[in-house]
T-cell receptor, first 115, second 112 residues
Framework: ETGVTQSPTHLIKTRGQQVTLRCSSQ?????VSWYQQALGQGPQFIFQ???????GRGNFPPRFSGLQFPNYSSELNVNALELDDSALYLC??????????????FGSGTRLTVV | AQSVTQLDSQVPVFEEAPVELRCNYS??????LFWYVQYPNQGLQLLLK??????LVKGINGFEAEFNKSQTSFHLRKPSVHISDTAEYFC??????????FGAGTRLFVKA
């Protein structure tokens, strides 16, 4: 098992800019979810992709978007960055349409700072 | 809607002492329950999960948790902690849908 790999590990952006975060899922996992973890809080669900289609979304605005590729790697894109977008962004891979039964395998995250 | 409450934000404990991290959830339907651990500057690692069956669930690193449906609780326990157990612990609930709801976390601090 290769685990979940995220890049970059750290990133500093200016308010109003756009950012792309990348994730390589664990081998064999066809579902990827993205979470935002603000400092001192638990992770908050952004959205989930299954076989290249978004099949679930949390309470995040449309400027948060994603892609999943045929090899199950994925991207999280955030447009028009705001200061409150500063957080640790976690990618989590799992199996199945909902991905709930087995729990997640998480990456180490990307720490995004918006200044 | 589901919710998760971790009753303690911080738990200090001496090495080799037992520890319990408390978690209560709210849901009107059947749930899947999880505990994750997060070490500094890392992602979350699955400790254990309850899907169905026996209410006592054993996980990695000597941790176990008990599902209590009547109390809507899923407390995490370890009989003897080590310095290396110092980390943030998250309780999480899923009702079979796309979204897993996480608690705010409990910081376990093990003192020598």
């Amino acid at each position: 098992e290769t685990g979940v790999t995220q890049s970059p590990t750290h990133l500093i952006k200016t308010r109003g800019q756009q950012v792309t975060l990348r994730c390589s899922s664990q081998s064999g996992h066809n579902t990827v979810s993205w979470y935002q973890q603000a400092l001192g809080q638990g992770p908050q669900f952004i959205f989930q992709y299954y076989r290249e289609e978004e099949n679930g979304r949390g309470n995040f605005p449309p400027r948060f978007s994603g892609l999943q590729f045929p090899n199950y790697s994925s991207e999280l894109n955030v447009n028009a960055l705001e200061l409150d977008d500063s957080a640790l962004y976690l990618c989590a891979s799992s199996l199945g349409f909902t991905g709930s039964d087995y729990g997640y395998t998480f990456g180490s995250g990307t720490r995004l700072t918006v200044v | 809607a589901q919710s998760v409450t971790q009753l303690d934000s911080q738990v200090p404990v001496f090495e080799e002492a037992p520890v319990e991290l408390r978690c209560n959830y709210s849901s009107s339907v059947s749930v899947y329950l999880f505990w994750y651990v997060q070490y500094p500057n890392q992602g979350l690692q699955l400790l254990l999960k309850y899907l169905s069956g026996s209410t006592l669930v054993k996980g990695i690193n000597g941790f176990e948790a008990e599902f209590n449906k009547s109390q809507t609780s899923f407390h995490l326990r370890k009989p003897s902690v080590h310095i290396s157990d110092t980390a943030e612990y998250f309780c999480a609930v899923n009702t079979g849908g796309f979204k897993t709801i996480f608690g705010a976390g409990t910081r376990l601090f093990v003192k020598a």
